[in-house]
């Protein structure tokens, strides 16, 4: 992969050395790497045309569609900021995001635009609305008014040209700023680990809300791959597409993947084009991690990322997913790719603490944010002086350099002095054959101070016996880990990325009490 210090290099370098291949691929419609370059253009004209300047927000409110990568590239050539909006929000924290990143122009699709319509008049910076795709097509149009436009901003490494906002269990979503260094690197050190090149055929299924999507797309561009974009992740497309478009990378997180494990005839296709397939963003349940290795053998690799970081830091290779005398690193996030730092620091004091202990992760690397939009506080809180990112994450490091991810710091349970993570129950709760969804908190307890409590979802047909599913995990694991009670509930509350909201959870049992509830 070349050097590139700057996004808008990337399509110039690869028009130049391949015009006419396939750039990018979408509903049946082709862009060539010269047609994608020209329409890059034409899109930073027409944002300067529109009297946006550098360091001004625009904003993508659809599902996925060809035009969020060309304005995200067209950005980075104008010197402006895609703030990519998360579609599944409600109508108000969809305003919040468009009122936060101060956008000027929004760019909408056809299932978003009524809702958008009744926001106007609660989105005071918004000078104007673009529909984009269906029959009330405005996007084409604003295109081609205007003529290319060669012209580069020179933007700094740190300088942001894509803003995508963290779900966040607590509060409002906060906007990360992406850069040219940090989402450059971030194309770099993952491409280096999957042999991405001119000849692979990319598949971006995820949301490009999601840096697991948008962060994938730009892998794929900076190798001079080929992307096939999808507009949503459907699970039988994404399988047939594979086969189809001798898919060879893709990413998806756990929840659709044990969807696909039962498409009809999954099992009969042809997947042998696949070289990697990237799987994170979520806890992985061990059985759908079973059927999926038995489907897709040789090409899983497990990623461990963030927005924060513009993605991947850590990856588990297929060698370690196949190999039976380590097993048990199914359990871990791998160790950190090319280019990034991983240590685990004390969460009180921030020193590092010894192998095999438990602790916070910290992260370095190259692949950074350029910090929080607006909230200079809280990217201070975020990072050291010395550039290291406090993750929030809980976990350890073995002796041969493997991370485990045990929970997020705040949800550590701790009962009678003992430190419990809920994780590690749900990972035993999800073994069993009645339960399809579980959270695990802690709740009050007047002699341990706090204890388990399991909140599970079952299985269509199933009922659950809560004594028969604590007997369960006592075969499994401690006494004390195993929840003292079992709740039964019809659906786990989720946050619009699929996140399970445990304080929602965890505070009817907290109301009223000392602890805070975060």
């Given amino acids: 992969m070349s050097e590139f210090t700057h996004v808008a290099e990337v399509l110039a370098h690869w028009e130049a050395r391949r015009p006419d291949a396939l750039a990018l691929r979408y509903a049946g419609v082709d862009r060539s790497w010269a047609q994608l370059a020209q329409r890059v253009r034409r899109n930073a004209a027409a944002q300067r045309a529109a009297g946006l300047q550098p360091g001004d927000r625009i904003a993508v409110l659809d599902l996925n569609h060809p035009s969020c990568l060309e304005l995200t590239l067209a950005c980075a050539q104008a010197g402006t900021a895609n703030a990519v ?99 450059l690197a971030h194309s770099r050190n993952l491409a280096a680990t999957q042999d991405y090149g001119p000849d692979s055929r990319v598949q971006v299924a995820m949301p490009l809300f999601h840096v697991g999507g948008t962060s994938t797309a730009l892998v794929a561009l900076t190798s001079g791959a080929s992307v096939f974009l ?103 996030a791998g160790k950190p790719i090319t280019g990034v730092e991983i240590e685990i620091r004390a969460p009180a004091t921030g020193e590092r603490v010894p192998t095999g202990q438990p602790g916070e992760l910290w992260v370095r690397s190259e692949q950074r944010m350029g910090g929080y939009w607006g909230k200079p506080e809280a990217t201070a809180a975020a990072f050291t002086p010395d550039g290291w990112l406090r993750s929030g994450d809980g976990g350890h490091m073995d002796a041969d350099g493997y991370i485990y991810i045990t929970d997020r710091i705040k949800d550590l349970i701790i009962s009678g002095g003992e430190n419990i993570y809920p994780a590690e129950i749900e990972r035993v709760l999800a073994e069993h054959p009645a339960i399809l969804d579980v959270a695990v908190i802690g709740v009050p307890d007047e002699r341990w101070g706090e204890v388990p409590k399991a909140v599970v979802v079952a299985r269509p047909g199933a009922s659950i016996d809560a004594h028969e599913v604590v007997a369960w995990c006592r075969e499994r694991i401690a006494a004390f880990k195993c929840p003292k009670t079992i709740d039964v509930v019809a659906a786990l509350p989720r946050n619009p990325t699929g996140k399970i909201l445990k304080k929602d959870l965890r505070k009817p049992y907290w109301e009223g009490r000392e602890r805070q509830v975060v």
């Avoid at 635009?113 to 104007?128: K, S, Y």
């Avoid at 607590?170 to 940090?182: D, E, Q």
């Fill in 85 to 183: 909006v998360n579609f599944r929000l409600a109508p108000a924290e969809i305003a919040y995001v468009i009122n936060d990143a101060k956008v000027r122009v929004l760019f909408v699709g056809p299932e978003f635009a009524a809702a958008v319509e009744a926001l106007r008049p609660t989105l005071p910076t918004l000078e104007r609305v673009i529909r984009v795709g269906g029959p009330d097509d405005e996007y084409e149009g604003w295109l081609a008014a205007s003529e290319p436009d060669p012209a580069i901003y020179p933007a700094a490494p740190d300088h942001c040209f894509l803003q995508l906002y963290t779900s966040g269990t607590t509060g409002f979503p906060k906007g990360a700023m992406l850069t040219h260094r940090g989402m």
């Fill in 230 to 332: 999808m507009r949503t992740p459907d699970p039988a497309a994404a399988l047939a597409m594979l086969e189809s478009e001798r898919i060879t990378h893709t990413f998806y997180v756990p929840a659709l993947m044990a969807v696909m494990n039962d498409v009809p005839g999954a099992g009969a296709r042809d997947y042998s084009s696949l070289q990697a397939l990237c799987y994170g963003a979520s806890p992985m349940p061990m059985p759908v991690l079973r059927r999926a290795l038995a489907m897709f053998p040789g090409v899983l690799y497990q990623v461990y990322g963030m927005t924060e970081q513009s993605g991947a830091v850590s990856l588990l290779p297929p060698a370690d997913h196949a190999d039976p005398a380590v097993a048990h690193r199914l359990l871990s």
